[in-house]
């Protein structure tokens, strides 16, 4: 095989996952554990993992929901409240129960509920993050419902991301699944204490895909995709070599039916072709060169953590993804379903 027909890179890791719990757990888990060798896992679970004990614990489940010789490391978080204790944040992650704290916005998205009803609230537990060099993750939306939900991310820059970065200078923060141009441009300008994930569907994708010939619920998630000129600027920077810019995914699994509801829910299901997905963007852009760097060495450097062994295999032969996924518990939609990707992971 020529290197025009295959790509070999280090092992890439997934920086935002939702991995579940329960049957859905072990239907989903082994999909990010074939494409990734670890991945941040997200910790809104119901009820949330909001301490030490319950994040240990979840590590156990996942751990055992793992194909046997599964070579696979998830990387935990913990879910911030109003009434998280910086002693307990900077125990647990001396301890390595987890390795990051994710702040949602009280009623942001799925899961969010007990999340951060005014990060005013969470100053001590931030400022012991910063000191500790912890890394802290946003969901960067605001909840105020007289902002439009395509702005949520852009005012949430404004009120709440400039003022934190200006008071807390030091702490380091992985700006989540962003999806503006206004996302890129802060990031870019804000140094090297942030960082940004992007997803593969908010490369691949604006809002018309949700919209245009009916509504296509499986084409919804938070933050929602944007207008095309946003796609560009994430496309543009996601390929650029931009040591602050990685992958992450964000797969975020519902059953069909869940999604395909009347009030249906929040997330897309990308894990089992996540590289598939990536790649073609890539490839799209003129980019080849760039994807190890995104995929596999900007998320650990940002994290302090050693880059992976080892290495895996793409290649060009092209792979088409199911309709459906039954992923033990449900049937999910996954993102391209149906749709036939340019290049093929290796197993
Ligand atoms: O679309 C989303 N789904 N966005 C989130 O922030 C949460 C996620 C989920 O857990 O389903
Ligand atoms: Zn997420």
């Not at 902002?147 to 807390?168: H, S, Y």
């Not at 090297?192 to 084409?219: D, W």
């Not at 000129?229 to 992450?248: C, D, E, Y």
Request: proline letters at 6%; hydrophobic letters at 45%; one cysteine or more.
């Amino acid at each position: 095989m020529t290197a025009k027909d295959s790509m070999t890179i280090r092992r890439p890791d997934d920086w935002h996952v939702h991995l579940r719990d329960g049957a859905l757990l072990a239907g989903v888990a082994p999909h990010t554990a074939r494409q990734f060798a670890r991945a941040i896992v997200m910790p809104n679970l119901s009820p949330p993992m909001t301490d030490s004990a319950g994040v240990a614990a979840y590590r156990n489940r996942i751990m055992a929901a793992l194909p046997t010789g599964s070579d696979f490391t998830p990387l935990m978080t913990l879910y911030l409240t109003d009434r998280t204790d910086p002693d307990e944040v900077a125990r647990g992650h001396a301890a390595g129960v987890f390795v990051a704290a994710k702040l949602y916005p009280a009623h942001a998205t799925t899961g969010s509920a007990h999340g951060v009803t005014d990060i005013a609230k969470i100053m001590p537990v931030l400022a012991r993050m910063e000191a500790i060099g912890m890394p802290l993750l946003i969901h960067g939306e605001v909840t105020d419902n007289h902002v439009d939900i395509f702005d949520r991310e852009a005012v949430f820059i404004e009120r709440t991301l400039i003022p934190l970065v200006k008071a807390l200078p030091g702490l380091r923060i992985v700006f989540e699944h962003i999806t503006t141009t206004e996302a890129v441009q802060f990031v870019e300008s804000a140094g090297a204490n942030l960082a940004a994930t992007i997803t593969p569907q908010h490369l691949h994708i604006n809002r018309n895909a949700m919209l245009v010939g009916g509504i296509r619920p499986h084409a919804y998630c938070l933050p929602v995709a944007k207008r095309e000129h946003h796609r560009l600027a994430l496309r543009k920077v996601a390929t650029s070599g931009s040591a602050q810019f990685f992958l992450g995914t964000d797969s975020a699994p519902h059953d069909k039916r869940l999604k395909e509801a009347a009030c249906g829910c929040a997330g897309i299901f990308n894990a089992p072709f996540a590289l598939e997905s990536y790649l073609a963007v890539f490839e799209q852009e003129g980019a080849l060169d760039k994807f190890e760097g995104f995929a596999s060495e900007h998320g650990p450097r940002f994290y302090r953590l050693p880059l992976n062994e080892g290495t895996v295999t793409l290649e060009r032969s092209g792979v088409t993804v199911p309709d459906e996924i039954d992923v033990c518990d449900a049937i999910v939609v996954p993102f391209h379903a149906g749709e036939t990707l340019g290049w093929r992971l290796r197993v």
